[in-house]
């Protein structure tokens, strides 16, 4: 299993022996998992989150602190899946003036601040089930022995990047 010491210890022999450049590496290899972090990759997908329970009446709800993107989102009701459609917030925001009454199944959800906006406002109880593309731990620039998914199964990958 790779660590960052590891990974920066591959590097360093990549370029040559150049063990001076511990810091830059280290640089490297964190601006290069942040490159490739929501992009969907085996290693950072959670399938079938079970994010939140609405409330009739309704619209936001929090979202967990790593999350980064759905891949796909639905709603359960009567053990039926709504797929919900992603739209801009200020495409919510119009519809939810324009149409009256915006409350019902929703179809549409939004993401702002770490938060997701349900249009229409859910008027009962449907459980949101999401895959996201999930951040993972930060690598820690003083702890070399920090490991996570990306210095393990998306070690090459970061290594490609952090290199060229």
Known sequence: MATLGTTIDRIAAELRGRTDLSS?????????????ETFVLPWNQIRDWKAFTTVSGTQWYSLTSNFLRFTHFKLTYNNHYISLIPKTLQWIEEQDTAV?????????????ANEVRLFPTPSGSYTAVGHYISRLATLSSSTTTAANSWLTAGEPLIRARAVA
């Open 24 to 36: 830059n590496i280290s640089d490297a290899i964190r601006s290069a998992i942040q490159h490739y």
């Open 100 to 112: 009256s009454p915006s409350t019902g199944a929703p179809n549409f959800y939004t993401i702002f």
